[in-house]
C-alpha cells in the first residue's frame, strides 16, 4: 500500500509533513479524547453512534468538539485520501489544542486529527488475563473515552508477556469490569452476563449492539458483579470491540498481586458465542451505521 495520509486539523498530510504543537495537551497532559472505528471494504463502521459518543467525551472532560458534521466531512476526506483499506481502524482524536504547561488549559481551538491503517484481521479465537491492577470506578473519566491510557498500555504489556492478547481489570471493589480495548460478556447456563456501568467500564459501541443481537435472539441477558472466583463456573466468555467484533476466549488467566500468572481456565467457543457472533456479522454486512 502507498504512504497512508492523514487529517490534522482542516488539511491532509502525510506521515512526514502531520504535525501538531509541542505545547498541544494532548501531548503534554493527554487531555484528549477518541473514537476507534472498523473500516470494511473501504468504509467505517457505525460511524453515526461513534460520533455521538466522541461528542459525550468531549463535554464529560470539558473539551469544545467540533460539531459531528464537521468530524464525518473528515472522515470522509480521510478515507478518500487514501486506497480502500480492506480491514483496518480509523481513529479520530478530539485534544483540547495548545495549553500551558501543566494541568490548567489555555482556551486554545482545540485539535482535530484522524488517522488510519490496515489491521490483519483477529484470529478466530483469543485469550484474555486478569491482571492486578484495578479500574477505578470512581475516576472523573469513567464512562468517558479519553486519550489517558497509559494504565492500560502497561496492563496489555504484561498481558501479551505472559502470552495472553487482552488484560481485563477488576474495579476497587473487585467486580470484573472490561478489558484494556475491549468489553467483556460470559456465559453461564444459558445467560449471557456482561458487567454493569457501575464497575467503571466504558459502554462500547459494539457492546452495545452485541446487547442487541441478545435481544432480537431471544437470549437471556444478566447484567451481573461476576469476580474472580466465578469464572470456574463460566461455560463460555468472548470479547466486543471495534476490531474484534465477537471474538471468543478460549482461554482465561488469573494473575496474582506480583503480577504472575495463577490459575487459567479453559473454555470452549460456545454455541451462544457463535450464535451472536453470528448475528453481528449479518448486522455487519447489512448496515454500515446501525
Same mark, same amino acid.
Given at each position: 500500500?502507498?504512504?497512508? =495520509?492523514?487529517?490534522?486539523?482542516?488539511? !491532509?498530510?502525510?506521515?512526514?509533513?502531520?504535525?501538531?504543537?509541542?505545547?498541544?495537551?494532548?501531548?503534554?497532559?493527554?487531555? $484528549?479524547?477518541?473514537?476507534?472505528?472498523?473500516?470494511?471494504?473501504?468504509?467505517?463502521?457505525? #460511524?453515526?453512534?461513534?460520533?455521538?459518543?466522541?461528542?459525550?467525551?468531549?463535554?464529560?472532560?470539558?473539551?469544545?468538539?467540533?460539531?459531528?458534521?464537521?468530524?464525518?466531512?473528515?472522515?470522509?476526506?480521510?478515507?478518500?485520501?487514501?486506497?480502500?483499506?480492506?480491514?483496518?481502524?480509523?481513529? %479520530?482524536?478530539?485534544?483540547?489544542?495548545?495549553?500551558?504547561? $501543566?494541568?490548567?488549559? $489555555?482556551?486554545?481551538?482545540?485539535?482535530?486529527? !484522524?488517522?488510519?491503517?490496515?489491521?490483519?484481521?483477529?484470529?478466530?479465537?483469543?485469550?484474555?488475563?486478569?491482571?492486578?491492577?484495578?479500574?477505578?470506578?470512581?475516576?472523573?473519566?469513567?464512562?468517558?473515552?479519553?486519550?489517558?491510557?497509559?494504565?492500560?498500555?502497561?496492563?496489555?504489556?504484561?498481558?501479551?508477556?505472559?502470552?495472553?492478547?487482552?488484560?481485563?481489570?477488576?474495579?476497587?471493589?473487585?467486580?470484573?469490569?472490561?478489558?484494556?480495548?475491549?468489553?467483556?460478556?460470559?456465559?453461564?447456563?444459558?445467560?449471557?452476563?456482561?458487567?454493569?456501568?457501575?464497575?467503571? #467500564?466504558?459502554?462500547? %459501541?459494539?457492546?452495545?449492539?452485541?446487547?442487541?443481537?441478545?435481544?432480537?435472539? $431471544?437470549?437471556?441477558?444478566?447484567?451481573?458483579?461476576?469476580?474472580?472466583?466465578?469464572?470456574?463456573? !463460566?461455560?463460555?466468555?468472548?470479547?466486543?470491540?471495534?476490531?474484534?467484533?465477537?471474538?471468543? %476466549?478460549?482461554?482465561?488467566?488469573?494473575?496474582?498481586?506480583?503480577?504472575?500468572?495463577?490459575?487459567?481456565?479453559?473454555?470452549?467457543?460456545?454455541? !451462544?458465542?457463535?450464535?451472536?457472533?453470528?448475528?453481528?456479522?449479518?448486522?455487519?454486512?447489512?448496515?454500515? =451505521?446501525?
Amino acid at each position: 500500500m502507498s504512504e497512508m =495520509n492523514y487529517y490534522v486539523n482542516g488539511q !491532509i498530510e502525510t506521515a512526514k509533513t502531520a504535525a501538531i504543537s509541542v505545547l498541544d495537551h494532548g501531548f503534554t497532559v493527554a487531555d $484528549g479524547v477518541f473514537e476507534t472505528l472498523l473500516i470494511t471494504d473501504g468504509e467505517v463502521f457505525a #460511524l453515526d453512534r461513534h460520533l455521538v459518543r466522541l461528542a459525550h467525551s468531549a463535554r464529560g472532560l470539558g473539551i469544545i468538539c467540533p460539531d459531528a458534521t464537521t468530524v464525518a466531512e473528515a472522515v470522509t476526506r480521510t478515507l478518500k485520501a487514501n486506497e480502500p483499506i480492506e480491514h483496518g481502524r480509523l481513529r %479520530i482524536t478530539v485534544t483540547s489544542g495548545n495549553g500551558p504547561l $501543566g494541568s490548567d488549559r $489555555g482556551g486554545a481551538k482545540p485539535t482535530l486529527v !484522524i488517522t488510519l491503517a490496515p489491521t490483519p484481521r483477529w484470529s478466530d479465537t483469543t485469550s484474555a488475563v486478569l491482571v492486578q491492577w484495578i479500574k477505578n470506578e470512581r475516576s472523573p473519566l469513567v464512562g468517558l473515552k479519553t486519550t489517558s491510557y497509559a494504565e492500560n498500555v502497561v496492563a496489555l504489556e504484561l498481558a501479551h508477556k505472559l502470552g495472553f492478547s487482552e488484560a481485563l481489570m477488576c474495579d476497587s471493589r473487585g467486580r470484573i469490569s472490561e478489558g484494556t480495548g475491549s468489553n467483556v460478556f460470559f456465559v453461564r447456563d444459558g445467560v449471557v452476563i456482561t458487567p454493569d456501568v457501575h464497575t467503571g #467500564l466504558l459502554k462500547g %459501541i459494539t457492546r452495545d449492539l452485541v446487547i442487541d443481537c441478545i435481544h432480537q435472539l $431471544g437470549l437471556q441477558l444478566s447484567y451481573e458483579d461476576l469476580e474472580i472466583s466465578d469464572l470456574p463456573q !463460566i461455560d463460555e466468555a468472548f470479547l466486543t470491540s471495534s476490531t474484534r467484533n465477537v471474538h471468543p %476466549i478460549t482461554k482465561l488467566g488469573v494473575c496474582d498481586d506480583s503480577g504472575l500468572l495463577g490459575a487459567t481456565h479453559e473454555l470452549a467457543a460456545g454455541p !451462544i458465542t457463535a450464535q451472536l457472533a453470528s448475528a453481528f456479522t449479518s448486522l455487519l454486512a447489512k448496515n454500515l =451505521n446501525p
